[in-house]
């Protein structure tokens, strides 16, 4: 990544985080967005006011910052957050060398499922056995399915601008900008929500937080377990669950999800995907 890139990337953390924060010290944006965990608040002052300073997106607020009041986003409600569930299945566990080769998609709106999406993709290289056997794609099914780049252009419109939503979603994460990358030169810088990490806060007490943990907690039938489509509606489902529980922990906003989830990175533009 170039440093220009990169710090436009960390300009976007930044606000993302003022936006669910409010006015911050400098010290803490140094720790939260720099990832400077131990850091001299002289030092992490010259340095945020480095990044920010010049950006009108930003305004001073005594020894902190804050977002200026024309750039800071309304808070939407949990009840309208739009939100799109992916899932991807792949022919290992390492992209960019591993390849997708289905892909699904599952958006809702108000606490409903509104619409669906999913794809066969040709990998351009074989699937092993064991990934055959575990989600029944083979080079039969995928004979004939277009590249990632044939179906990027729909996954891409079907996603939009709404936060990205998948369970340990570090997973599907790199691999779609993986596909991104080589297709389209460029990466996603949608906000992102894991499954994973929202049941962990909500749900403490609960050991196991797998897809079939979860969903046998809370009685979801798991149908076309471990292909796209399949497992996107049961995470999805699962998320709708998972919310029900945060509204009754209080949350009614994103920042308020923000909270819950206790992770910097759960609903903030994460770092692009690097080949290296």
Known sequence: MTPLARQGALRSRARA??????????????????????????IAGRLVETLLEGD?????????????????????????LPLVVVDVET??????????????AVALVGGCIVDEWSALVDPGRSIPWFVQRLTG?????????PPF???????LSFLGTTTFVAHNAHFDWRFVNAELLRSRSGTLDNPRLCTVRLARALLPHVRRRSLDALAWLFGIPVEGRHRALGDARAT????????????????????????????????FPPRPYEAT
């Open 137 to 145: 794609i083979d080079a039969r099914l995928v004979a004939g399915a």
């Open 236 to 267: 999805a489902r699962i998320l709708l669950h998972l919310l029900e529980v945060a509204d009754e922990r209080g949350a009614r906003t994103e920042a308020d999800l923000i909270d819950l989830a206790g992770h910097p990175g759960t609903l």
């Open 91 to 104: 022919t290992g566990g390492r992209p960019p060398g591993d390849r997708i080769t289905e892909i699904g």
């Open 17 to 42: 985080f003022l936006a669910g924060r409010g006015p911050t010290p400098a010290v803490a944006l140094a720790r939260e967005v720099l990832a400077l965990e131990r850091v001299d608040e002289q």
């Open 56 to 80: 009108p997106a930003f305004s001073r607020v005594g020894s902190g910052w804050r977002l200026a009041p024309s750039s800071a986003p309304r808070l939407r409600e949990l009840a309208e």
């Open 149 to 155: 780049d044939g179906v990027a252009d729909e996954f």
